[in-house]
């Protein structure tokens, strides 16, 4: 059964107005709003707390009590909107490149989607951390396509998609995708062994993009990019500054549950531990 899906909340939480046919143009002004007003973190999975993928859920945390989440609930939002205003929308499945060798990492942990329009498919990703897009990719191969102020390329490799991105004139691989749907039930498996990565090992992330830089938290180190100039590295020394830069830098809501400063601190001593292992 179709979920009940309140579009005037989403368009309200993203500053979304205009024209609401199924066209490219308004692809492209929802793909841009929705990661300038909502941030990705993790923090639910962080704590333990199960990562809930319904409308009714997404809708609460991610519209009306200003809060974040990670790929699997930002891309799942935006498909369900998408599919209310009768886009054609699929759903897969993505092994992060970044960070990892040429094969990728050891477990999928991603989503994505794609969406036809006219003839034509866009990749649509509004839940990367590491590069957020603010805007549909066209689905070919080889082309280099401009967002904002990065360059993305995607490749055709065997059954595989990848996306590149040009860092400082040299390929990087973000991720690749199979183009194999995926049903909800497939993305509510992938979802529950990531959330449960997550919490073992203490990851952190957070992300969140304006028009001046794109802010990335891994652990207790914030990432700042600007268009031309190098990454600026700060880092937060204990919970209180941690808190602080998810609630500053990020924007994000904070919950006021009992077990989220403790949660920061396992981040903490996660970070700790791995730099004395180095």
């Not at 990020?250 to 180095?278: G, K």
Request: aromatic share 8%; proline share 5%; with cysteine.
């Amino acid at each position: 059964m179709r979920q009940k899906v309140n579009l005037n909340a989403y368009f309200e939480r993203i500053g979304f107005a205009g024209s609401i046919a199924p066209t490219l143009a308004t692809l492209e002004t929802i793909h841009g709003l929705h990661p300038l007003a909502i941030p990705f973190e993790n923090l639910d999975p962080l704590m333990g707390r199960p990562v809930l993928l319904d409308q009714a859920s997404l809708e609460e945390k991610l519209l009306h009590k200003g809060r974040g989440g990670y790929c699997f609930e930002h891309n799942t939002l935006l498909m369900n909107e998408l599919v209310e205003l009768d886009f054609t929308v699929r759903s897969h499945a993505a092994r992060m490149l970044w960070g990892h060798g040429e094969g990728g990492a050891r477990m999928i942990s991603h989503m994505v989607l794609v969406v036809d329009i006219a003839g034509s498919s866009y990749l649509c990703d509004v839940g990367c951390s590491i590069f957020t897009l603010t805007a549909p990719l066209k689905l070919r191969d080889g082309v280099e396509q401009t967002v904002g102020n990065d360059v993305f390329r995607l490749s055709k490799v065997e059954a595989l998609w990848r996306l590149d991105v040009r860092v400082r004139d040299e390929w990087r691989g973000l991720y690749q995708f199979e183009p194999v749907e995926q049903s909800p039930a497939d993305i509510a498996a992938i979802n529950s062994l990531v959330e449960t990565e997550y919490f073992n090992r203490a990851l952190l992330f957070a992300a969140r993009v304006d028009k001046e830089a794109h802010y990335a938290l891994s652990g207790n180190r914030l990432s700042i990019y600007r268009p031309g100039q190098e990454p600026e590295r700060r880092f937060a020394e204990d919970v209180p500054a941690l808190r602080t830069m998810l609630a500053e830098v990020f924007r994000i809501t904070l919950p006021t549950r009992e077990d989220f400063e403790p949660a920061l601190a396992r981040v903490m001593s996660a970070v700790a531990a791995q730099a004395a292992e180095r």
